[in-house]
C-alpha cells in the first residue's frame, strides 16, 4: 500500500471536469506540500503542479491543485484525449522521506 | 537547459548489484540549490521514490524506507554526474529507473530518459 491514498481510476467525456484526489497524514500532506506529476506510456514522469497549487511554466492553465488539511487535489478542466495518463501525487514525510500515491489513471471516454 | 543523460546495464542477476549513472549538463551536482534523485517505476508498484544526495557547504543523502539498507547514491563532481547502487537485488527491483533532478518544495522537473532494468539470471 501506498503511503499517500489515490483513487486507482477515474474517466471522463472530452470538455469535461475531473478531479483527482490524494489523501495522506499528518506526517506528510499535512505537513508540507503536494506535487502532481503526469506519467504517459514510454516518457519520463511530468511536473504538472508543484507547492500544492503551482504550475511550471508551459503547463496548461487546465491543470490546477489544491490542498486541505491532509489532503490535496488535481482538477483538470476541459478534458482532453491527450490527458489521458496516470497522475501520481507526491509529497515529502518526515519520518518516510519522499513518498507517491498509488497513481491513478485517467481514462477520456 | 537542464539534461539528464543516463546509462547503465539493462540487465541484472538476482543477489548482485545494480548500477546506474545520471550525467549532468546545464546545472551543476554540487549546486546550492538542486537536489539529485533516483525513482522507479514498476507496473506493481507505481512510482517510488529510492533517495536523493545534494550539497549545502556538504554532501546529504536521504534514502527511502524501503531500499534503506541496500541503496547507495553518490556524487561524481569530476564528471558532473550521480550514481544508484542498489544491492543484493531480485526480481522485485525489476522496473523502469529514472534520475530527476529538483527538490520537493520545487518539484522534480528535469528528469531522465529511463531506463529498464531486469532482473533476472
Known amino acids: 500500500q501506498s503511503v499517500l491514498t489515490q483513487p486507482p481510476s477515474a474517466s471522463g467525456t472530452p470538455g469535461q471536469s475531473v478531479t483527482i484526489s490524494c489523501s495522506g497524514s499528518s506526517s506528510n500532506i499535512g505537513s508540507g506540500t503536494v506535487n502532481w506529476y503526469q506519467l504517459l506510456p514510454g516518457t519520463a514522469p511530468k511536473l504538472l503542479i508543484y507547492g500544492d497549487n503551482q504550475r511550471p511554466s508551459g503547463v496548461s492553465d487546465r491543470f490546477s491543485g489544491s490542498k486541505s488539511g491532509t489532503s490535496a487535489s488535481l482538477a483538470i478542466s476541459g478534458l482532453q484525449s491527450e490527458d489521458e495518463a496516470v497522475y501520481y501525487c507526491a509529497a515529502w514525510d518526515v519520518n518516510l522521506k519522499g513518498v507517491f500515491g498509488g497513481g491513478t489513471e485517467l481514462t477520456v471516454l | 537547459q537542464v539534461q539528464l543523460q543516463q546509462s547503465g546495464p539493462g540487465l541484472v542477476k538476482p543477489s548482485q548489484t545494480l548500477s546506474l549513472t545520471c550525467a549532468i549538463s546545464?546545472?551543476?551536482?554540487?549546486?546550492?540549490?538542486?537536489?539529485w534523485n533516483w525513482i522507479r517505476q514498476s507496473p506493481s508498484r507505481g512510482l517510488e521514490w529510492l533517495g536523493r544526495?545534494?550539497?549545502?557547504?556538504?554532501?546529504?543523502?536521504d534514502y527511502g524506507i524501503s531500499v534503506k539498507s541496500r541503496i547507495s547514491i553518490n556524487p561524481d563532481t569530476s564528471k558532473n554526474q550521480f550514481s544508484l547502487q542498489l544491492n543484493s537485488v531480485t526480481p522485485e527491483d525489476t522496473a523502469v529507473y529514472y534520475c530527476a533532478g529538483g527538490t520537493h518544495a520545487s518539484g522534480l522537473l528535469r528528469w531522465g530518459q529511463g531506463a529498464l532494468v531486469t532482473v533476472s539470471s
Open positions: 544526495t545534494y550539497y549545502r557547504s556538504k554532501w546529504y543523502f
Open positions: 546545464g546545472d551543476s551536482v554540487s549546486s546550492n540549490s538542486g537536489a
